[in-house]
């Protein structure tokens, strides 16, 4: 059981067994937020009409050298520019970006208005939310209180809830009782549609309890301690913790909450071609430089035939 003062008032608890986090279970995010029905038809048309045009050959009658440079070098500058412009496009649009989750923070479920927090009926979360009296924990509380499908019978019922639409469920519990349920759900299903966020950065203590002035209460205190001490308990842990891949990973989840929540995009424009054009520009110089230098060569060459 989770370690609380209320409990402590009936109850002698135990020196806690484990230690695990309290966190959120919610929709997993959709992979995918890029508008890519922007490409409808006539945008295909128009890159296969362009790629077909820069693959066709022409003939400049001129025969004027300085002429012929500038044509060359406006055709050289169009290519790269088109092509240069296609693959950011191509790129920004089709790129994988993840959509926010449904709260980030045990703030946004305690004040957003439209977010529904379920919990299992009768357990530790349950209790801890109903008994408060201050903090967000209180508030937390009153939503459950204030709404009639918050106590869920079935672990399942809490997840069911979760992956309703629209989405507006966030399953509170421990993170290993989570973790349980992300694996069990993926087993069923075979998809991830759920995910853990919005833990907490101190851990719930839990342990056995036992009746007020218990002869055995140093004997289990004792006991665990020494099975902390060589490493049994944390041996259990590992071996028994639910393996929530390829659904849910710590990495991931990290990466998740360390990104802004309201990061605006950027808007394509001549500064992310800016790589491009130095490049063009180097060439273009670097081709003038050899160009002088082999006027310069030919110059001297007929000069010494002419001597």
């Known amino acids: 059981m989770a370690h609380s003062s209320e409990r402590l008032l009936s109850l002698e608890l135990v020196h806690p067994w484990f230690y695990t986090q309290i966190a959120f279970l919610v929709p997993k995010p959709e992979g995918l937020d890029g508008d890519t029905s922007s490409f409808t038809f006539h945008h295909y048309h128009r890159i296969k009409l362009q790629s077909s045009s820069e693959n066709e050959s022409g003939y400049i009658s001129c025969k ?12 050289l ?5 088109l092509n240069v412009y296609n693959g950011v496009l191509i790129s920004y649009v089709t790129a994988t970006h993840r ?16 977010i529904r927090i379920i919990v299992n009926k009768g357990q530790g979360p349950d209790i801890v939310l109903s008994t408060a009296t201050t903090g967000l924990y209180k508030v937390l509380g009153d939503k459950l209180r204030a709404y009639p499908m918050s106590r869920c019978n079935t672990t399942q019922q809490c997840v069911d809830l979760v ?14 009782a989570l973790k349980a349920s992300i694996k069990d759900d993926y087993q069923k299903t075979h998809q991830c549609k ?3 966020t919005a ?43 639910p393996n929530t891949k390829p659904c849910y990973s710590i990495d991931e989840n990290k990466n998740d909450n360390n990104r802004p929540k309201n990061k605006t995009r950027q808007r394509l424009s001549l500064a992310n071609l800016m790589g491009a054009f130095a490049v063009l520009a180097f060439g273009c110089f670097f081709s ?12 001297l060459k007929t000069i010494s035939v002419l001597s």
């Open 288 to 299: 003038l430089l050899i160009f002088l230098a082999e006027m310069a060569f030919s110059h």
């Open 199 to 241: 833990a907490e950065t101190s851990n719930r203590a839990g342990g056995w309890g036992l009746a007020k002035k218990s002869p055995y209460l140093e004997n289990f205190n004792r006991g665990t301690l020494e099975l902390r001490e060589i490493g049994l308990i944390s041996q259990w842990e590992k071996q028994f913790e």
């Open 163 to 176: 992956k309703s639409l629209p989405a507006q469920h966030v399953y509170f519990s421990g993170v290993t």
């Open 99 to 114: 959509q926010p989750a449904l709260i980030n923070s045990i703030n946004d479920a305690a004040f957003d208005s439209n």
């Open 194 to 196: 759920t995910t853990i």
């Open 64 to 75: 004027i050298t300085p002429i012929r440079l500038v044509i060359g070098s406006w055709c």
């Open 77 to 81: 500058l169009t290519l790269v520019l």
